[in-house]
């Protein structure tokens, strides 16, 4: 008999967490990452270090962080240290949660699936109605060093999965929900893919449904009280970051704007400060929400015909809350003075920290083709210093 009858995954199998984005996979993983040890105690495995497993999803279907020209893509031997934490892991229970899984191709995911074990790997797929994540994608991208405003952005998205040249390509590969699991059920099997709908009512909920699934013990996973703050941006905020953006973000490579503007200044900002009484909030037009919904409605017959298990009330991705046609997006043309100058402020404390440091960004070219720029020379020798200097015993 299972040491968990009711827990959809027994010792020896791994569950997939592929996301989608924004529905609480964040917060998920903190839980995870928090209760580390406890979950040990209960025999489940949460394998590596990180908090989540979202750079080994990108090592394993080779994409980039960032832009299309951005980030490197991360060392394979990420994603070969996590496969290979999971197969020692014959005799306990493996949870694995990283969003990038979702952007994997079919070919990806089978290979995934395949990596991991294949019939002991069940995937779960979360997700939450269309409109409710369009305001918190676009601050995404922004984030990420998009410059494209929202009203424009929210007509693009509108337009549909395989429309030509699309802002953002990601948004429909990540949240076309039928194909999405059936991307999944292709890589598996219809019995070993689980959906699991947001219900945002419940704010312990997704908790409680991967309690369930993993056959952990009520209460094991809780809000983190560790991991960085997640908040939604007043649309003030994320239109002084968005003009930043259009202003000067072309001029940093990926790597370079991640390190000082989005870990520095923005994270500054928004640890730093609440929006005020008087800043707006990012709304979805009718319009949009109507389309959205459409979408909604033929995912719910697709996952319904799939016959995958389900958690939840798939009815809950189409909401059935009245759409005011006089909502549209709010214009803004001023920031708050405070959120400028937190911004302002993280980037400097990080640029002087950095330049400090001699760890100002990606390596210049080099002067002379062929030749090491002198940083890359100084920063050698300083390494190779340091190993002669262990080796005689003279620094630890």
Not at 198 to 224: A, K, W, Y
Not at 268 to 283: F, K, N
Not at 309 to 332: F, H, K, Q, T
Not at 336 to 352: N, S, T, W
Request: proline letters at 6%; one cysteine or more; aromatic letters at 6%.
């Amino acid at each position: 008999m299972s040491e968990h009858p009711t827990a959809w995954i027994q010792p020896g199998e791994v569950l997939l967490h592929v996301g989608v984005h924004k529905t609480g996979t964040t917060a998920l993983q903190a839980a995870l990452f928090d209760a580390r040890q406890e979950l040990r105690s209960q025999g489940v495995t949460y394998p590596g270090r990180a908090r989540s497993h979202y750079m080994h999803g990108l090592a394993a279907i080779g994409r980039r962080r960032g832009w299309a020209n951005g980030g490197a893509v991360p060392r394979s031997s990420l994603w070969d240290d996590l496969v290979a934490a999971t197969t020692k892991a014959v005799d306990s229970r493996v949870i694995i949660s990283g969003e990038s899984f979702c952007e994997a191709t079919e070919e990806q995911a089978a290979q995934i699936v395949r990596s991991l074990g294949g019939d002991r790997v069940k995937v779960v797929v979360t997700l939450r109605p269309l409109e409710q994540l369009l305001p918190s994608t676009w601050q995404q991208y922004v984030k990420a060093g998009s410059s494209l405003s929202y009203g424009p952005w929210l007509d693009d998205v509108a337009r549909g999965p395989g429309a030509p040249k699309p802002a953002t390509p990601s948004f429909w590969h990540r949240n076309e929900h039928a194909r999405q699991v059936a991307k999944w059920v292709s890589a598996s099997s219809t019995d070993r893919v689980c959906v699991v709908v947001v219900d945002p009512r419940n704010r312990m909920g997704l908790f409680e449904d991967f309690e369930d699934l993993l056959g952990l013990r009520r209460g094991t996973l809780q809000v983190s009280t560790s991991a960085q703050s997640n908040r939604g941006l007043s649309a003030e905020e994320v239109e002084m970051l968005r003009v930043f953006n259009e202003r000067v973000g072309h001029r940093f490579d990926y790597e370079l704007y991640d390190h000082i503007v989005r870990r520095a200044g923005f994270n500054a900002m928004v640890e730093g400060r609440r929006p005020g009484p008087t800043e707006a909030s990012l709304v979805v037009p009718a319009r949009i929400a109507r389309i959205m919904r459409e979408h909604g409605r033929s995912a719910i017959d697709s996952i319904h015909a799939s016959g995958v298990r389900v958690v939840g009330n798939l009815a809950l991705l189409v909401p059935d809350s009245e759409l005011d046609d006089s909502v549209e997006v709010v214009a803004v043309d001023r920031v708050p003075i405070d959120a400028a100058a937190i911004l302002l402020e993280g980037l400097v404390e990080k640029a002087f920290a950095a330049l400090r440091s001699g760890e100002f960004g990606p390596e210049p070219a080099p002067l002379i083709p062929g030749v090491p720029a002198p940083r890359t020379i100084r920063r050698r020798v300083r390494r190779l210093g340091g190993r002669v200097l262990r080796r005689l015993g003279l620094r630890r």
